[in-house]
């Protein structure tokens, strides 16, 4: 696994749907085959595009790109190579549904996690036989052909995230592409002003944004930006990111992160990442009150 933790990559899920469809007309062995086939053609566009293939789980695959346009060409390649290449004895297609997500993770024992991979898994959840879905996130990132192929069909709730998330449609298809290429009106979403992050334990105080740091670190090593002492904190225990117009918190200890929000529910993060909203408390390898010795306590401000 090459990602490094905290980089942001394109994430993509691929999965055969119907497999129970495939398993009663074709019957078990030849259903098996068919879907070893659907996940080499996934690896083999995932190799074309540049991509990495983290894992497989049964009928899915997850892979990793360097870029959204590397992950949009793989989805429509596999597409194009499995609902339109090949039909079942009944004359049906066989169909797959992709899902896909930029953002951060972080990598881990060839595995990767975070709330980007939560969200690429949701599109996929969201995306019926034959569709990519993906956020207006990853739409951003775009080169402006691919763009013009992607139009916002819905909203859905996404867990971590604050509210809906706008879902797109990429076309892979050219009857479809070529039909609404002429009345795209994609606007771009507006990119919100990150502003400042104030954090503040005992007397010491940092802000990040502004035209000052970008990112600050936290744990028990003197050379840390914010030095905090205990014995489940580990040396580097996470760090805070200024990315796109948003803080985000990057979990790398032993032990996890608490987060208590001023309004909302506490977030537990190991080894893994969460933005940052509003203001509250953050705890060490374990709940620290506001006002208590091992609080660090943190405002987001306009």
């Known amino acids: 696994m090459t990602d490094a933790t905290g980089k942001e990559v394109a994430i993509l899920f691929a999965d055969v749907v119907g497999s129970t469809h495939l398993y009663e007309t074709l019957g078990d062995e030849l259903a098996r085959d068919t879907v070893q086939q659907c996940l080499k053609v996934m690896r083999e566009a995932t190799e074309q595009f540049g991509g990495v293939v983290i894992k497989t789980m049964g009928d899915e695959v997850m892979a990793t790109f360097p870029s959204a346009d590397d992950a949009m060409s793989a989805a429509s390649q596999m597409q194009k190579r499995i609902t339109t290449g090949n039909r079942l004895a009944d004359g049906s297609p066989v169909l797959i549904r992709i899902g896909c997500h930029f953002g951060p993770v972080v990598a881990e024992d060839r595995d990767i996690f975070g709330q980007a991979v939560h969200t690429a898994n949701r599109m996929t959840s969201q995306a019926k036989a034959g569709q990519i879905l993906t956020t207006a996130t990853t739409v951003v990132q775009l080169s402006s052909e691919w763009r013009a192929l992607a139009r916002q069909i819905d909203v859905a709730t996404v867990k971590g995230h604050a509210g809906e998330i706008a879902l797109f449609e990429v076309l892979w298809q050219p009857e479809e592409a070529t ?19 104030r954090l503040r334990f005992r007397d010491h105080e940092l802000t990040l944004g502004e035209g000052g740091l970008t990112a600050a670190s936290m744990g028990r ?82």
């Open 221 to 302: 090593a003197d050379e840390n930006d914010v030095v905090i002492k205990g014995n489940l904190i580990s040396r580097v225990h996470a760090r805070i990111d200024l990315r796109k117009n948003r803080f985000v918190l990057v979990d790398e200890s032993t032990n996890g992160t608490y987060i208590q929000p001023d309004e909302g529910e506490e977030i537990y993060v190991r080894r893994d990442s969460t933005e940052l909203a509003g203001s509250g408390v953050i705890g060490m390898g374990r709940v620290a009150a506001r006002g208590t010795p091992l609080a660090i306590e943190y405002s987001c401000e306009s």
């Open 179 to 197: 039909s609404m290429l002429p009345s795209i009106n994609w606007k771009a979403p507006e990119v919100a002003v990150a502003g400042r992050l």
